[in-house]
């Protein structure tokens, strides 16, 4: 495919994350509109470190097969590309692979042959070593520490890849572009702006367009499918559903979603500043942008993301009822801690430090959601539930740590009561859960690389 001028580019979003689902008539509707191309991000941070950490994805796969076959065989019938980025959520080579298996087999079943543009996010431990010494890797905002050990503690860091490697592969002839982590908003405006679309459009759209239906004022309780009409000095967004709408407020609101600051959007390339743009209604379910404008970055950056294993975890959840425990919950949870340590202290004769495992206990009905950023201070709820972690080594260490620490949960007296209680009650049986390894992310910082491409490396490959 060349990068030919185009009046307008129309571009599919089916829905804001593969997986999500959306309505195959609305799919079908915005097939019947002529779209340049269809699009659709399939992974974030959003669900946390876990997918990353452990190489496994946050969708089912009947989930993203059931999407993706959709959006292959209305992009293969109209003969026109699919973009697909963040494959598998997290975008590392084993959820890349995951993902490509996927579209392999819709293939072979639907008897579709089409090429496939593999781009490659998971970083080289090498790479990223020699980036480091050059100083070409800068923190964001808060930043944790990172140097060589955090690279090597990670189970897999990716780079988040903007528009130039989705261009390549377009340019390079590819119908169905698959690539690891990737900017949500750099899949949507890769197409356009290599058709002559204005970076500014280009990037306010794929902004809007990226979380499908999200930006819809009147939302039917599914995800659903947006259509983009992107032109050279304005865009415009229709929702497929006739039931759904979008204003000049939603979208404008929408425009903050996931942004600390209201009007500047950083990306790999630049900026988008939304400060300039404007919003009009063209009817009752269709709104017009205009005014968009994008900052070219004086130096090129490429967000790294990362995962590194806490250890093992085990939780309990808990109800308490008794109004007595209620009214002194802090102390009576730190003095459940101080009994419980001393008492797994005893049981590892010392081989386990305070300072290799750690219990939390989250109070829903009092700060459970929010924390210490709770405002409201007074308990308001007749019962509390306890969401207890016990994070260990080892799976096993957990589960036992987890059991001292029920047991003496369940009968801790309080000054009223001194005798034996029982002011707990477990919900499950057995009360411990297995969650596994659990991960946190541990990097926050941009790569300076050479060029937009030399993190990402492309493979070409036919299928069917």
């Known amino acids: 495919m060349g990068s030919d001028i185009l009046n307008e580019v129309r571009v599919i979003a089916p829905c804001g994350v593969l997986g999500s689902g959306f309505p195959a008539s609305s799919l079908e509707e915005a097939l019947s509109r002529d779209p340049h191309y269809i699009a659709c991000d399939a992974g974030s941070t959003d669900p946390g470190p876990f997918a990353l950490g452990s190489g496994q994805p946050a969708f089912a796969r009947i989930a993203v097969k059931r999407d993706l076959r959709l959006m292959l065989l209305g992009a293969r019938r109209l003969e026109i590309p699919l973009l697909i980025g963040s494959a598998g959520t997290a975008g590392a ?34 790479y990223l070593k020699r980036r480091l010494a050059e100083g070409r890797i800068k923190p964001l905002k808060p930043a944790p520490p990172f140097d060589a050990e ?76 947006m259509m983009g009409h992107l032109r050279e000095d304005h865009f415009e ?39 300039p743009a404007s919003y009009e209604a063209v ?17 090129y950056t490429v967000k790294l993301e990362g995962a590194e294993k806490v250890g093992y975890q085990t939780i309990i959840v808990a109800g308490i009822r008794d109004p007595l425990i209620i009214r002194q919950i802090d102390p009576w949870l730190e003095r459940l801690e101080t009994v419980c340590r001393g008492k797994i202290n005893e049981m590892y004769r010392g081989d386990l430090r305070d300072e290799d495992y750690r219990i939390t206990v989250h109070v829903y009905g009092k700060n459970g959601v929010m ?12 019962e509390l539930c306890l969401v207890c972690e016990y994070t260990a080594p080892t799976q096993e260490m957990a589960n036992s740590i987890a059991a001292v620490c029920r047991h003496t949960m369940l009968h801790l007296s309080i000054p009223e009561w001194r005798g034996f209680i029982t002011g707990v009650a477990c919900l499950h049986n057995p009360p ?25 490396p492309m493979e070409m490959v036919g299928v069917g």
Not at 96 to 119: H, N, P, Q, V
Not at 172 to 184: E, K, M, P, Q
Not at 190 to 196: K, P, R
């Open 283 to 299: 009817d009752e379910r269709r709104v017009r942008v205009r005014g968009s404008a994008f900052i070219p970055a004086e130096v």
């Open 93 to 126: 080579d084993v959820h890349l692979a995951w993902t490509f298996d996927i579209l392999k087999e819709i293939a072979a079943e639907e008897s579709l042959s089409f090429r496939t543009a593999l781009i490659h996010a998971q970083q080289e431990p090498a």
């Open 237 to 275: 967004v229709t929702p497929m559903d006739p039931e759904m709408r979008v204003t000049p407020q939603s979208v404008a609101a929408h425009g903050l979603y996931e942004n600390a600051d209201p009007y500047l959007i950083r990306e790999c390339s630049g900026t988008i500043d939304l400060a």
């Open 371 to 382: 924390g210490p950023l709770e405002p409201v201070k007074e308990i308001r709820s007749h």
């Open 432 to 456: 411990q859960i297995d969650r596994g390894a659990i991960f946190r992310f541990n990097v926050n910082h941009v790569v300076e690389p050479d060029d937009p491409y030399e993190m990402f």
């Open 150 to 225: 955090t690279i090597d503690r990670s189970e897999r860091i990716v780079g988040m890849m903007g528009k130039e490697p989705f261009q390549r592969a377009l340019e390079a002839g590819a119908d169905v572009v698959l690539a690891g982590r990737a900017s949500d908003t750099a899949i949507f405006a890769s197409f356009a702006t290599l058709h002559g679309i204005p970076e500014g459009v280009a990037w306010h759209a794929a902004k809007i367009l990226e979380c499908g239906s999200a930006a819809c004022v009147t939302n039917t309780g599914r995800r659903d499918c």
